[in-house]
């Protein structure tokens, strides 16, 4: 009944020290884990960064905590939903999974 069930959004958050662009998207009315995905970037110093209406994060190291963050299930509720088929047969580590191609194609 609630929940966040956008078709997606970009948010940049800002403090004085560093900036990260994150772009989510809702799990779907019907998943029964409410919510949303979520892949997020820090935007190196000396960079600009602008949104646009579309996702613009792709694919992503998941062994850079420092730069990247991202939703647990990113790769399996695309999976789940029929979105993506892991091209390695490792889903945590696939690098061909693109978070803008995949869920804002």
């Given at each position: 009944?609630?929940?966040?069930?956008?078709?997606?959004?970009?948010?940049?958050?800002?403090?004085?020290?560093?900036?990260?662009?994150?772009?989510?998207?809702?799990?779907?009315?019907?998943?029964?884990?409410?919510?949303?995905?979520?892949?997020?970037?820090?935007?190196?110093?000396?960079?600009?960064?602008?949104?646009?209406?579309?996702?613009?994060?792709?694919?992503?190291?998941?062994?850079?905590?420092?730069?990247?963050?991202?939703?647990d299930d990113v790769v399996s509720l695309a999976k789940s939903l029929g979105l993506y088929e892991s091209v390695s047969g490792d889903e945590e580590f696939d690098?061909?999974?693109?978070?803008?191609?995949?869920?804002?194609?």
């Amino acid at each position: 009944q609630y929940g966040y069930a956008s078709e997606g959004e970009s948010f940049s958050i800002v403090d004085s020290n560093e900036v990260w662009w994150m772009e989510v998207i809702g799990r779907g009315r019907d998943n029964p884990r409410q919510g949303f995905v979520y892949v997020a970037a820090r935007v190196p110093d000396g960079y600009v960064a602008s949104h646009a209406n579309q996702a613009r994060i792709t694919t992503f190291p998941r062994d850079d905590p420092e730069n990247y963050l991202y939703s647990d299930d990113v790769v399996s509720l695309a999976k789940s939903l029929g979105l993506y088929e892991s091209v390695s047969g490792d889903e945590e580590f696939d690098l061909q999974f693109s978070f803008s191609d995949v869920y804002d194609p």
